[in-house]
């Protein structure tokens, strides 16, 4: 079964739009770290945010937020008055204490039109 | 500015050629990963190290393996690489997780090696 799931895998906005991404996670484990990752056109996947199952605070950095409610088993990510700068493909993942392994969604690729 | 490191950015190789992808780290980092990207696949795990000469498989490690003989270099070796093997490639390093250092548990990535077989 798929641990987590990006349900949209393209969205375009307009400039100054702001955008939810979503991403749902399914795990057995009572202690877990979600993440989100950018990668912009140059390929590398740059680190934004981690989160742990302890820690429910919602949090802003900048123009970024991010909602994380385990009753729904989501962490959206919202970015507020979007540049074309945020045009990228973006990641969600789960880490679970148990084990190495990181799981991804298949990401979201976010069009931002000037 | 700590970094990981892939050799090549883009190879474009033949059917049945053996190619080497190298990833190197100067994070003194004891985990090291290799994913594969593909479209609307997302990253897949093909191997891990969590330490010098240990690995596991993820995954898909079929048609893959892998050499880890010092801590800082991981590399992956498609032994005869076949079409279906082009993609893009990517490594990432991590602390040990039961490390309380700075970025405990957050995968640090390298740019990527775009490997085309023909």
């Known amino acids: 079964a798929q641990k987590v799931t990006q349900a949209q895998t393209e969205i375009s906005v307009v400039e100054k739009e702001d955008v939810t991404l979503d991403c749902v996670y399914e795990?057995?484990?009572?202690?877990?770290?979600l993440f989100w990752y950018k990668q912009p056109p140059s390929g590398e996947l740059v680190f934004l945010i981690r989160r742990n199952s302890f820690d429910e605070q919602n949090e802003i950095s900048g123009r970024y937020s991010w909602n994380f409610q385990k009753s729904t088993s989501s962490f959206n990510f919202t970015i507020t008055a979007s540049q074309v700068v945020d045009s990228a493909v973006y990641f969600c993942a789960l880490s679970e204490n148990t084990g190495n392994q990181f799981y991804f969604g298949t990401g979201t690729s976010l069009t931002v039109i000037p | 500015d700590v970094k990981v490191t892939q050799s090549s950015r883009y190879l474009v190789k033949r059917t049945g050629e053996k190619v080497f992808l190298e990833c190197v780290q100067d994070m003194d980092h004891e985990n090291m990963f290799w994913y594969r990207q593909d479209p609307g696949l997302g990253l897949r795990l093909i191997y891990f190290?969590?330490?010098?000469?240990?690995?596991e498989k993820g995954d898909i490690p079929e048609g893959y393996s892998v050499s880890r003989e010092k801590k800082e270099r991981f590399s992956l070796i498609l032994e005869s690489a076949s079409t279906n093997q082009t993609s893009m490639y990517l490594c990432?390093?991590?602390?040990?997780?039961?490390?309380?250092?700075?970025?405990?548990?957050?995968?640090?990535f390298g740019a990527g090696s775009r490997l085309t077989v023909l």
């Open positions: 990432a390093s991590r602390p040990h997780p039961g490390q309380a250092k700075a970025g405990a548990n957050v995968l640090t």
């Open positions: 190290s969590y330490d010098v000469k240990m690995k």
């Open positions: 795990t057995r484990d009572t202690t877990y770290y």
